[in-house]
């Protein structure tokens, strides 16, 4: 079977068990601050286990993108040495939602691997909860009943804690599991060690493809267990591993999966994967087609290559990638963005979103590409420096900061820089490193720490009710809350049963206002300073003191937005949806969304463009949004759309968002803005007043940023602008013709800038005959030491250069009075500097000292500042006994 059919052989086996296929959630995570990256099969579900919401059905199967780079789920170094870890991966799961439970997930899982995939019986192995007395969590002997008929008690193995019971995360569901693995070892090998001695043991061979989780618990905060009011099913089968096992390899990397991939890489680096002459290149190329996956799909994800976050994440990987490459398969030019094209086109039947915007993502990949291979120079020139200098030291070993800074900075890996030291005779302190990349992994945990309590519930409700389309008041009941401490102070989270405030999501911030009730004959109000949302539950976050008694006591609650802010949210979130139609028509189709934020104060939208806006094209987008807004369009908005209904009517949406079975629509002309939004937005489009851009530029490459700002703000930014021009006139004396005025006070300023620039020379080339009349002579070498009247610091370098042009085997100090700050410079002649070990930047050092400064440069030219100038004659006189 190719991998596309084992796929969706596995999709239509589920779907034969009446279980709802729904698409793969975005690979980025959306509304989840506990993870960067969908990281399981689970993720997109996680809601439903914590009764956050609803699932379209009890019964559900798909094949989720999945990215496990950063946290406990850590592969990425794993990638390429074996042959089955990966950073992006798919991962194949059903799900029950309080439906069936072990009975139904174990037989059914027997009965595709074994009747549908073929796999051969007596080459499985099951593995059982054997229970955990801390927890107070028994032996699953339910699942070991189940599978004691199926594979007999010499197939079944106990698990530890560790190995058989999963937790989402440190707190939330959990319970034990079910693990099936395969043998894949010849048959030679098979009868010299049994299977089930190497299950859990990291044999490349004897692998898990299949893990089977009972959620039975929920884990509190104070790590206790409670039982689940209801059970649930959580299945998740690795894709590349099942591909492995049906088409009988011995690699992940030996399927089609990732074959396609490895041929392109050996046409580009003429070598031959698997032939066993050069490991590196093998683990090369497992690297780079692993590593392609991950960062094509997160680009079209939206999730671009930066140095922050998740973004940091992408880039890092797509610099593995290519350093990989660089390093052992001898691809010194830009080849990773060759490989997405051959990706596109496998997945694009399955993930048809990478080859809608193949030739985006390939843009972007180039450009990071050839950014990093100028940093990998800069890097490489750096190394040779640190080298150089422990060689004038009699090191061998180069220092872990030193080590981390070119990991950090550079982009060096501890390997690589390893590797180039070896070929050197060097060595690095790899503890050293260790310690420093520990010392910045726990400053990023504090600036990260967050500790909450469990939620204290106050009342059952079905979910939150969101109002705020319609409503910017209502009254609601406290479902629950929790306290918060965080870096900045305590903030309590307080959850309503209906709420009018719109929480933080699609680049829209979330509301303010306040919650009014009475508590034990007082009124009682909370100030709200933002609203969040954690998966599907809406939050409210208030920084006051002591709400706790309050809280528990609160009957019904008064939920108040702040309306003026919200209006200017609207405004700008409004104007954003008119500015992306407009680009549209003046810039091309291409134009798409890649990243945006919009509060009160100002819009800012990221989009995808491979050139600066013009500003030219500025104005006739700017021109064409006012249009709208005058047109006064009346908003038509409809509500519960079926998702195909509104892609059919040509509904615009944003690659990288995850959209529900129903979706809302925003429609400001049909022929003009027609977008999917779950967002608030005016009534009509002339509420918005007027919109005007402030700024363009570049994010990274073929992604640009524009702001702009609306109603009250623009008007404010042209009052600003219209005084700043009067205050221009008066200046220039309210000239006739402003900008002429301008040009000739411009082109003044240049003729005087010249003609000091003559002046100043003059007296540098004056300066240099009276030095030359006081010229040392010595017998290797001149000398001149002088303190000397200079314009500023730049004049001492050009006098330097200048006289020794003039003067062989020149040492010259100088020292200058500028404008009441000391400066110092020392030159010393190339050939003298080789060879007599004399360093101006060490001289220049200790001279610094008497002017209560500090410099540095070369060996043959440096400088310093200070700021004490009376000390510049002993600095002097200083320097003439140094020769």
């Known amino acids: 079977m190719t991998s596309h059919q084992i796929r969706q052989a596995f999709l239509d086996f589920f779907r034969s068990k009446e279980h709802l296929i729904v698409p793969s959630a975005p690979l980025v995570a959306k509304n989840d601050p506990t993870l960067m990256f969908n990281n399981s099969g689970m993720a997109q579900f996680k809601d439903y286990f914590l009764g956050n919401g609803t699932p379209p059905s009890r019964r559900i199967a798909d094949t989720q993108k999945c990215l496990r ?54 080459r499985l192995y099951v593995s059982v909860f054997e229970g955990d007395a801390k927890d107070g969590v028994p032996f699953d002997q339910e699942a070991w009943d189940l599978w004691k008929p199926i594979v007999g008690e010499d197939r079944i193995i106990l698990g530890n804690k560790k190995d058989n019971f999963w937790e989402m995360g440190d707190t939330g569901p959990c319970g034990p599991c079910s693990e099936i693995h395969i043998d894949l070892r010849p048959a030679s090998d098979v009868a010299e060690i049994s299977g089930k001695s190497l299950v859990n043991n990291d044999h490349p061979q004897v692998v898990e493809i299949w893990n089977l989780v009972f959620m039975q618990f929920e884990r509190k905060a104070d790590s206790s267990l409670i039982p689940l009011p209801s059970t649930h099913v959580d299945t ?33 680096s003429g070598k031959k994967y698997g032939a066993g002459e050069e490991p590196f290149a093998d683990i090369a190329m497992r690297v780079i087609s692993d590593h392609i996956r991950a960062v094509a799909f997160a680009i079209t994800d939206g999730q671009l290559p930066s140095n922050v976050k998740a973004g940091y994440v992408i880039r890092r990987i797509l610099r593995r990638a290519v350093r990989y490459g660089y390093s052992y398969l001898g691809l010194q030019e830009p080849f990773f963005y060759k490989l997405v094209a051959v990706l596109a086109d496998q997945f694009k039947d ?10 985006f993502v390939t843009r972007v990949i180039l450009e990071e590409e050839k950014s990093f291979l100028r940093t990998l120079e800069s890097g490489l020139k750096r190394l040779d420096v640190i080298i150089g200098s422990l060689k004038v030291k009699g090191i061998n070993t180069i220092a872990g900061d030193e080590v981390f800074e070119l990991s950090d900075t550079f982009g060096f890996p501890v390997d690589l820089t390893a590797l180039i030291a070896r070929e050197k005779g060097f060595q690095v302190d790899e503890l050293g ?5 520990a010392a910045q992994k726990k400053r990023s945990r504090q600036d990260a720490a967050k500790e909450a309590t469990d939620w204290i519930e106050l009342r059952e409700a079905d979910g939150v009710e969101f109002l705020g389309y319609d409503f910017e008041e209502t009254h609601s009941h406290i479902i629950k809350y929790r306290k918060v401490k965080t870096k900045t102070g305590e903030e309590y989270h307080i959850v309503l049963d209906r709420t009018p405030f719109y929480a933080e999501m699609g680049g829209q911030v979330g509301d303010t206002g306040t919650l009014r009730w009475a508590a034990n004959g007082e009124q009682k109000v909370a100030t709200i300073i933002d609203t969040k949302k954690e998966n599907d539950l809406f939050f409210h976050i ?7 008694d309050a809280l528990q006591s609160a009957g019904i609650v008064v939920a108040k937005i702040d309306e003026e802010r919200r209006d200017r949210i609207k405004s700008n979130h409004s104007a954003t949806h008119l500015m992306l139609s407009a680009m549209r028509e003046v810039l091309g189709t291409h134009i798409g969304q890649k990243g945006s934020f919009l509060n009160d104060e100002v819009l800012r939208f990221d989009f995808s463009h491979f050139s600066k806006v013009t500003d030219d094209e500025l104005k006739r987008i700017e021109d064409r949004v006012n249009e709208k807004i005058r047109e006064n369009i009346v908003l038509e908005e409809r509500r519960n759309v079926p998702i195909q209904q509104a892609l059919d009517l040509g509904a615009t949406a944003t690659f990288g968002e995850k959209y529900g079975d129903f979706v809302r629509l925003i429609i400001f002309d049909p022929s003009f803005s027609f977008e999917l939004c779950g967002g608030t937005h005016v009534p009509s489009t002339g509420k918005i007043g007027v919109f005007k851009f402030i700024s363009e530029g570049s994010v990274s490459a073929g992604v640009r940023r524009v702001e702009a700002v609306t109603g009250e703000k623009a008007l404010e930014l042209m009052r600003q602008q219209e005084e700043t021009l009067n205050t221009i006139k008066d200046l220039l004396k309210n000239p006739t013709d402003l900008v002429k005025a301008v040009e000739n006070l411009l082109d003044e300023r240049s003729a005087l800038q010249k003609r000091i620039a003559s002046l100043e020379n003059e007296k540098i080339q004056a300066l240099k005959t009276s030095l030359l009349a006081n010229l040392e002579k010595h017998s290797t070498f001149n000398l001149i030491v002088e303190k000397v009247d200079v314009p500023n ?6 006098l330097s250069y200048e006289l020794r042009d003039q003067v062989e085997n020149l040492i010259a100090v100088f020292g200058a009075d500028i404008a009441g700050k ?28 008497e002017i209560r400064g500090g410099g540095g440069g070369q060996a043959f030219f440096a400088t310093a500042g200070g700021s004490d100038a009376s000390g510049l004659d002993a600095a002097l006189e200083k320097a003439k006994g140094l020769f």
Request: aromatic share 12%; with cysteine; charged share 25%.
């Open 350 to 359: 399955v993930f048809t979103e990478l080859k809608s915007q193949e030739e």
């Open 542 to 548: 208030s920084k006051d003191k002591n709400l706790d």
């Open 236 to 268: 998740g089968m690795g894709f590349e591993r099942l591909c492995m096992a049906v088409q009988n390899k011995t690699s992940n990397y030996d399927t089609d999966v990732f074959q396609n991939t490895i041929q392109v890489l050996e046409t580009l």
């Open 433 to 437: 490193f260790q310690d420093a990349l």
């Open 822 to 849: 000391p400066q110092l410079s020392v030159f010393i002649a190339e050939n003298i500097a080789q060879e007599t070990g004399l360093n101006a930047g060490k001289i220049v050092k200790d001279l610094a000292k």
């Open 793 to 798: 610091a730049d004049s001492l370098k050009q």
């Open 69 to 122: 780079v950063s946290g406990k789920h850590n592969d990425l170094e794993d990638v390429g040495f074996d042959t089955y870890h990966h950073t992006m991966f798919e991962m194949l799961g059903n799900w029950s939602f309080g439906d069936y439970f072990k009975k139904e997930a174990i037989t059914w899982a027997w009965e595709l691997l074994t009747e549908v995939y073929k796999l051969p019986k007596d």
